[in-house]
């Protein structure tokens, strides 16, 4: 902050900021903790429409469409606030910070590894210093730098990063290179956090990763352990793992109750899905990244199940938890992609007892080895992906039906636009409408599901 001298009283001026935020949960998280930690330096969130001294945008490369709507919004932001100090981070900076240092008014480009140094780094381009491109390679073994989240300002629900980075090598994705090896948030600081967002009073919280199954094998207990069991035994030793964590976590009764991102389909193992079962506080839904139903494709994907695999996976889900949400991505138009491999994705997705899908026609990635294959034609990419969208509304229709009547937890998350209304999240992942009361508002309530509209379901509270 600054002071600025007025006669007999000084006034002070506080540095505001606004962030901007492309990609996935994980990205959403880093910004919640850079705006945390910028407010704890002195700074502000600019108001709505208000010129920021700083605009921070948090980029995304998964997609060559992610690529273009940063590029997009860098110039659009320029022009609008040319004295704001802009400043680029996030995957598409590591990825390729030379390219982004051409694009009007940047003042730094900042890469994943450094993202963590960010609030620091903007503090000294506000006073002057200059610091154009601040990016480094990932070494082949990283600690997790603990960001301890805890607000996440704006959101109603929270979500907590405990694994960074990927050690698997899918042929299409650029992932591993920009975020790093796997590496994971230790069990007590996953607590610690855990801890200061139900004291601030979210209802939910969900853990998140890039691949959230990788959790704990860059960990390990020691090799005896002094915690004992209920009944005086020692616990089996084992390397920390996902399944360990919600076991620890099942321990202690938390305010909150608590949902897993996305999984792969081979992390899914029956001592995970024991431990969830297990959890008091866990919602039920799973997603799944699929990305193909045909075993050649899965082949050059480097995806290491098969579709019988997969299979297998989804219908001991749905065994074990009978109304969980499972939500699917699948990946249309890989270059080594047959109609006859499209026509078996679209058949199993349609066998199975799945929710929703999420749809992504492909996109080559330089510096990934599918980026060198020759592209299917582009009508062609498309047509399967309006197919597969329409099989996912469709799936997603059937698991609305099927939850009319049945009673479930909603966290509420506000005002709906509907007029006497609040809005909600049901423990299964369904959107939900429910009577405007006062008191319900950022509250865990059980309701009971008594039709739909549109793509929410009304309920009334029990």
Known sequence: MRLISSGPADIIIVPSFQIITFGCKVNQCDSAWLAQELSHQGWQAAAAD???????????????????????????????????????????????????????????????REK???????????????????VSEFLTQEPLVCWRLREFAGHSRAWLKIQEGCRQRCSYCIVPMVRGPSRSLAPHLVKKSLQDLALAGYPE??????????????????PTSSRLMVDGSQPTTHPEDLSALIQDLAHQPWPCRLRLSSLEPHQITPRLLDALESWPQFCPHFHLPLQSGA?????????????????????????????????LDVLVG??????????????????????????????????????????????????RARILRALGRQKKEQFYHSQLGRIEEVAVEGAAESDGCLRGLSANYLRVLLPEAPRNHHRRLRVRFVSRRGAFMIAEPV
């Open 50 to 112: 208000a010129a920021p001294d700083l605009l921070l945008i948090n980029t995304c490369t998964v997609t060559a469409r992610a690529d273009q709507q940063a590029r997009q919004a860098i110039r659009r932001m320029a022009r609008r606030y040319p004295e704001a100090v802009l400043t680029v981070t996030g995957c598409y900076a590591q990825r390729t910070p030379a390219e982004l240092v051409k694009l009007p008014a940047i003042k730094l480009v900042c890469g994943n």
């Open 116 to 134: 963590h140094l960010l609030p620091r780094l903007v503090d000294g381009l506000a006073r002057g210093v200059p610091n154009i491109i601040r």
């Open 205 to 222: 919280v969900v853990l998140t990763g890039i691949n959230l199954g990788q959790y704990g094998h860059d960990l390990s207990l020691p």
């Open 295 to 327: 075993a050649p494709v899965l082949a050059a994907m480097h995806r290491p199940y098969s579709p019988r695999d997969f299979q297998a996976v989804v219908w001991e889900i749905r065994r074990r938890f009978p109304d969980a949400a499972i939500g």
């Open 334 to 383: 890989f270059p080594t992609e047959t109609t006859a491999d499209f026509e078996a994705t679209r058949a199993l997705v349609d066998s199975l007892p799945v929710s929703y899908l999420h749809v992504f026609p492909y996109s080559p990635r330089p510096g990934t080895p599918a980026a060198e294959l020759p592209p299917l034609p582009s009508l062609e990419v498309q047509s």
